[in-house]
C-alpha cells in the first residue's frame, strides 16, 4: 500500500489579503474551516513579532474549531514560547524570523542558537506538544536538531523550488538529490521528517516522491489557488496530487 503524504495548508496569506486593507474579511479563520473540511491534516500558521499574517486571535480561534491539527510556526523568542504554551497547539514549528522578510528565507540555525533552541523545546515538549524545526537539508544541522530534542524537522525545499522556477534541470535535480540525502539521514536519526517552502502544483510532486516524508506544508500556491477556485478544490487538488491520485 502505497504510503500518504499529509498536507499542512498555511494560511498566513489569507491574513495577508484581510490585512492589506486593515478590515475583517477575509477571515483566516473561515478558510482554515473550510480547509479542514476539504480534508486538510492540519492548519500551519506563522504569528510573527509584527503580527503581518495571522495573529493571536487567529490562532486562539483557529484551535477552537477546527477538527484537525493545529501547527503554529514561531520564533525562537520568550514571547512566542509563552504564546504557544498557552494556546498548546498540536505542533510547533521553529523558524528563524527577520523583520525584513518577505517570507521566510532559510532553515533555523540549531547548530549556532544550541542551547536557545534547546531550551524551548524542552519547555514546549513538558507541555505535550509536538516540536518541529525547520531547518535546510544539511547533515550537521539535523543532527542538531536531534541532539535538541525535536521531534521531526521540515525540510527547507525552497533552493529546490527556485532552482525549479527558473527551467534549471541540472540544479533542480541536484537539490533535489540534496533534499533526498537528508530525509534519509534525518530518519536515520530517529526524526519524522516533513518539507515545505515554494512547494506549487507544478514542483511538488517529487519532493512528495521522496520515501521518509510524511508531512508537506504548503500556504502561498495554495492559496492564490483558492482565490481562483476556491479553498475546497484548491485544497483537494493538492491532497490529490502529493498522493499521486491526480
Known sequence: MAKRIRLGVNIDHVATVRNARRTFEPDPVHAAVIADLAGADQITLHVRE???HVNERDLKLIKEVIHSKVNL?????EEMINIALSVKPHQVTL???KREEITTEGGLDVVSNFEKVKDAVKKLKEAGIVVNIFIDPEEEQIEAAAKVGADAVELHTGRYAERFAENNEEETKRELERLKRAAAFAKAKGLRVYAGHGLTYKNVRAVAEI????????GHS?????I???MKEAVQEMIKLINGLA
Open 50 to 52: 509584527d503580527r503581518r
Open 73 to 77: 510556526e514561531m520564533a525562537v523568542t
Open 95 to 97: 523558524v528563524p524570523e
Open 211 to 218: 520515501p521518509e516524508i510524511e508531512e508537506l506544508n504548503i
Open 222 to 226: 495554495i492559496v492564490a489557488n483558492a
Open 228 to 230: 481562483l477556485k476556491g
